[in-house]
């Protein structure tokens, strides 16, 4: 496509997006949000493909295989580890992109998105030295998982973070993308990120045809070789051009204005997000220390969960981009009825998610259980799917404000939101809840005094999901509170 063609193009998009602006709040959310909540349906499916498979390799005895369901579980939070990671180019460059298309500023939306790729690149080569060194070991130990599960784990993670930089440049130039208006580009992608996870990890999982039999870390390879291929879609995409972003050879140099504008949003955001997966490897460590059956049925649990919780993400995306856009038109109320509207239709569907688990929860643990040696995982984990089936207006609440106030560019406040959720009440529920005995130690042994332990309920991985309950009720309604209140109509991005 030559130059005019690409700027008449990009002028169609925008115009586009200027005459939908008028249109019903609902119809915008739901055209933003629908192809968002179909890509978010294929990284479920993946998820589910995972875990199944890490149910259903070929190892010697039961108890490997609760090893392996066990480091799956862990696994799934080092992934989410990353995802949290990526947090720290993704918001700022939704927002500030959309900001600059709202304003008509199209082509520093331009010059936003060659930064963003920069800093992506930096990010994720940063993150894989990390893992290499020795990080990803430490985290492992430090989740109180041992023996062969700790050893899975960590090897799993490891080829993750190996190829890390290409998940990172996927990302970042799908959430540039959705904040100029095209959620469709990322749905493409993940369409073939999918169609290619699910052949090479059932493939380096069981050694199907030429494919070496890599057991539990060909699940990870499979992963990793389709973000590689993702990432090269997206760079592919910007340089033919997509909704007036168009990558130019020029325009790749650090700009230090620029870098800071995406980094003012982006890191209180990342900050959030990451402390999120320090409380969540917390509560994590308290789970295993039941157990493999404890960690295999958390993680199953979670599975099935994340059917809410992508749902809530998909809107969230929707409310994100909506924000960011009307406040950079200068319209804020309709900025604050798209944010409303997201969160409404995301609740309905969350709340059919609920439902779902609270009738279904047996029948969905036998998927990834079909061993008669696996039915104390089956009990352990049905109680915990249908009690957090009662979060999901909560939940949705939770995520969907966030992301439209990220949005608006307010990363500051909901991160004091986070640390009240996590580490005053979920956490010193959880050990309260689950433990029988709470052993207070005095910290690098100052105080040589005996300290009785303090009597705790004693319910096991069941008291762990009341505290991860509470703690999402509570959050929830601090940002429902937050986005009602307004304030972060005025932010600057």
């Not at 059917?307 to 109320?333: D, H, I, K, W």
Request: proline content about 4%; charged content about 10%.
């Amino acid at each position: 496509m030559n130059q005019q063609a690409f700027e008449e193009s990009a002028a169609l998009s925008a115009s586009r997006l200027e005459s939908a602006l008028p249109l019903p709040n609902w119809r915008l959310v739901l055209a933003l949000s629908l192809p968002v909540l179909a890509q978010q349906g294929l990284y479920f499916v993946v998820n589910l493909s995972d875990r199944y498979l890490a149910g259903h390799l070929d190892v010697p005895n039961p108890e490997v295989l609760k090893a392996v369901q066990a480091a799956q579980t862990t696994a799934h939070y080092l992934a989410w580890f990353i995802t949290c990671y990526t947090v720290l180019v993704t918001v700022g460059s939704t927002a500030l992109v959309a900001r600059c298309i709202g304003a008509g500023e199209r082509r520093l939306a331009v010059e936003v998105t060659h930064q963003a790729l920069l800093l992506a690149v930096f990010l994720g080569a940063l993150a894989t030295l990390w893992a290499f060194l020795g990080g990803v070991r430490w985290m492992v130990h430090t989740l109180n998982l041992e023996g062969r599960a700790a050893d899975f784990a960590a090897d799993y993670a490891l080829i993750l973070f190996g190829l890390l930089v290409f998940q990172t440049i996927e990302v970042a130039g799908i959430a540039c993308l959705v904040g100029a208006g095209d959620t469709r580009t990322g749905l493409g992608v993940m369409v073939g990120v999918a169609v290619i996870n699910l052949p090479l990890a059932w493939g380096f999982g069981y050694g199907i045809g030429p494919l070496p039999n890599l057991g539990f870390v060909g699940i990870a390879l499979g992963t990793a070789l389709s973000h590689l291929l993702g990432g090269l879609v997206v760079i592919g995409v910007l340089i033919r051009g997509r909704f007036g972003l168009k990558l130019e050879m020029a325009l790749f140099r650090p700009r230090a204005d620029l870098l800071y504008r995406l980094l003012r949003i982006s890191v209180p955001s990342g900050f959030d997000s990451l402390s999120v997966v320090v409380g969540q490897f917390w509560f994590l460590a308290i789970v295993n220390q039941f157990g493999d059956v404890a960690a295999s049925a958390h993680g199953i649990a979670l599975v099935w969960e994340g059917l809410g919780y992508l749902s809530g993400a998909a809107f969230g995306t929707a409310a994100m981009t909506l924000v960011g856009q009307n406040l950079g038109a200068r319209r804020p109320e309709q900025a604050a009825r798209a944010g409303w509207m997201a969160c409404g239709l995301g609740c309905v569907v969350m709340s059919a998610m609920g439902l779902t688990f609270s009738i279904l929860a047996p029948q969905m643990f036998a998927v990834f259980c079909p061993q008669p040696e696996q039915a104390s995982i089956i009990a352990a984990g049905v109680p915990v799917l249908q009690l957090v089936a009662f979060a999901m207006p909560p939940l949705a609440s939770t995520i969907i404000f966030t992301q439209a106030l990220r949005g608006a560019g307010d990363t500051r406040v909901p991160v004091v939101f986070t640390w009240i959720g996590f580490f005053a009440v979920r956490i010193p529920l959880a050990y309260y809840l689950s433990l029988k005995e709470i052993h207070l130690i005095a910290p690098f042994d100052l105080f040589p005094i005996s300290v009785d332990p303090i009597q705790g309920m004693d319910y096991g991985l069941y008291g762990c999901w009341i505290a991860m309950v509470a703690d999402i009720v509570v959050r929830g309604v601090f940002f429902f509170y937050r986005f009602a209140h307004g304030a972060w109509q005025s932010q600057r991005v």
